[in-house]
């Protein structure tokens, strides 16, 4: 199975976990407001959204930079010179409704002026 089909598996498992957890949450609060109803599906969303944001972030190009060095040579901010990859680090993010999304990225570092660098994402 590729990036793209795992990518839709946990998607999809996911939005049934979502799915579920709102069925059970309408059988424990049967006279809620249209107010608390859309706030429990708000809820709900923004996990999928994090599963969403994750997964397209880390398939983008922008992660990877063995693929920016196949072109033109990844080159620091600060100084020009070109950066060594250094192995892959995580960072964690937080995207709308607090959920963390976790970033493996390439990290690579300036030899002149040891100035760290992730790709963007």
Do not use: N
């Amino acid at each position: 199975m590729g990036r793209r089909e795992d990518a839709a598996a946990r998607w999809k498992q996911t939005a049934a976990v979502a799915r579920e957890e709102l069925d059970q949450w309408r059988e424990a609060h049967p006279s809620a407001t249209f107010v608390e109803i859309e706030a429990a599906v708000d809820q709900r969303l923004d996990a999928l959204r994090a599963r969403a944001v994750q997964d397209l972030a880390l398939a983008t190009r922008a992660a990877d930079l063995a693929d920016k060095a196949a072109g033109a040579p990844v080159r620091g901010p600060t100084c020009g010179d070109r950066l060594v990859r250094q192995g892959t680090r995580r960072r964690r993010v937080l995207v709308r409704g607090g959920h963390p999304v976790d970033l493996d990225r390439d990290y690579a570092v300036c030899p002149a002026c040891a100035v760290g660098l992730f790709p963007p994402g």
